[in-house]
Every structure is written in structure tokens, then in C-alpha cells.
């Protein structure tokens, strides 16, 4: 009830679960939307821009990750897609971290998550992740015939309960390259800030994400994991992205 009401106070969500089973802090910011599906050649380029953009982060994580000899982050991640279980679109930015490195790894997360919303992509970036997704998929599509009965029962169970189409791989990779040779830096740019803003928006009262945070409960570097606290690092990560970056030198 105490963190609920700081939550309050600092103007969002947050729920928090403490345990010594648990070793790192890890906290998961997340917004809902109504459902968006992969059915027409409008809504997979939708699903193609989401990939490349959850891609180019990836990127930018990787790069701080292999340039730094003690990274304050065990893993940064986001993503974006409908669950038909739960009827509705999910939006979410998660971080992990050792104890000690919680607040650098969450400024980290709302920095990066905040600075693509705001300036976008980068051209190297949308051509690198193009590129690897298209690979990803052709490889996907060389082992399609191979796959066992339960993979694809598998597969399409996930398509019906999402309401997706189900496509043979091979000519839905077709489908995504020609779709990647239309879409433009711009084009992205304006899906990023469309879903990055939804979930690193720390500003406007009503749009705030919801924060769910585990950690560990005897820890004394976790200690200081306090909604206060987790608001501070989170700000001040927004505030760092006011500039572009650089492109990240992300090793192939």
C-alpha cells in the first residue's frame, strides 16, 4: 500500500515484488492498446517496421554492451504485439540489472527508448536491421519444410488465437522484401515515435506506463528501490535524450 501511494505521488503505476530467490532488479514498463494483426499487406508492413525498430534498439544495447568492460544492464529489451488471450496490444520496455547497477541500467533503458522516439533511426541502422531481418527470415524459410507436426500445430494455434494469417515462410519472406524496399527512413521514424513515445512518455499526466518491478528482498544494494527512485532514474535518462546520438558502432 506504501509503494502504491508513492507510485501515486511520483504519477504512475507501480507494483513491486520482493523475494530472496531473486537475484537482479528487473522492472518492466507497459502501456495496452486495442489489438493490431498481420492479415494484409498493410498491417505485415506495420509488423515489419515494429521488428526493425525493436532491432535497431537492440542494436544500440548490443553496442554498450561489448564497449564497456562492466555494462550496468544484464539485458534491455522491447517489445510490441497483440495477444489474442488477452484482446488487446502490449507495449513494454524491460530491464535487468544487478543490484548495484539498477539505476544507470533503468537511465540507460528510458534514455535510448525516449532518444528513437524523439530523433528515430538512423540510415545505417534501418539498412543493418533490414538486412538481418531478412536473413533471419530466409534461414527460417530453409528449414520450413523440416519443421514437425508440433511446431507447426504449434504455429498455427498462435495465428488463430492472435488472429494473424498464416503463411507458407518462404512467400512470406517474398512479401517482406518487397515490402522493405518501399519503406523509407521517415516511414519508421513515424512508427517509432508512435510506440516508443507511448512507452517512454514519463511526462504526461494519463499516459504514463505502468511499472512492474521485481527485486531481490535482502539485498542491501537493492535497498534503495523505491518508486521515488525508479522515477529519478527514469527522468534522468529522458533528460540525456535530448540530443541525437551517434550512430553506435555495433561490431557484425
Request: charged share 20%; with cysteine; hydrophobic share 50%.
Amino acid at each position: 500500500a506504501a509503494a502504491a501511494a508513492a507510485a501515486a505521488a511520483a504519477g504512475f503505476r507501480y507494483h513491486e515484488v520482493a523475494h530472496d530467490q531473486l537475484s537482479d532488479v528487473s522492472v518492466s514498463f507497459s502501456v495496452k492498446s486495442a489489438p493490431e494483426f498481420a492479415r494484409t499487406h498493410a498491417e505485415l508492413r506495420d509488423s515489419f517496421l515494429d521488428t526493425v525498430i525493436g532491432m535497431a534498439l537492440d542494436f544500440r544495447v548490443h553496442a554498450l554492451r561489448v564497449s564497456s568492460p562492466d555494462p550496468p544492464f544484464q539485458g534491455i529489451s522491447w517489445a510490441f504485439g497483440s495477444s489474442g488471450r488477452e484482446g488487446c496490444a502490449v507495449n513494454s520496455l524491460s530491464v535487468s540489472a544487478r543490484p548495484r547497477h539498477w539505476r544507470e541500467a533503468v537511465r540507460f533503458a528510458a534514455r535510448e527508448a525516449q532518444r528513437i522516439a524523439a530523433h528515430g533511426l538512423t540510415a545505417s541502422e534501418l539498412a543493418q536491421a533490414t538486412a538481418a531481418l531478412l536473413n533471419s527470415m530466409a534461414q527460417q524459410a530453409t528449414v520450413n519444410d523440416a519443421l514437425g507436426s508440433s511446431s507447426w500445430m504449434r504455429r498455427v494455434m498462435a495465428c488463430v488465437q492472435d488472429g494473424d494469417q498464416l503463411m507458407d515462410l518462404a512467400a512470406k519472406l517474398e512479401i517482406v522484401r518487397g515490402l522493405s524496399e518501399s519503406v523509407t527512413l521517415a516511414e519508421v521514424n513515424r512508427r517509432a515515435a508512435l510506440l516508443l513515445s507511448a512507452i517512454a512518455d514519463f511526462r504526461t499526466p494519463g499516459r504514463l506506463p505502468a511499472a512492474f518491478l521485481t527485486r531481490p528482498l535482502s539485498d542491501p544494494a537493492a535497498a534503495d528501490v523505491t518508486p521515488e527512485a525508479l522515477w529519478e532514474a527514469v527522468q534522468a535518462g529522458v533528460a540525456e535524450a535530448a540530443e541525437a546520438a551517434p550512430p553506435p558502432d555495433v561490431p557484425s
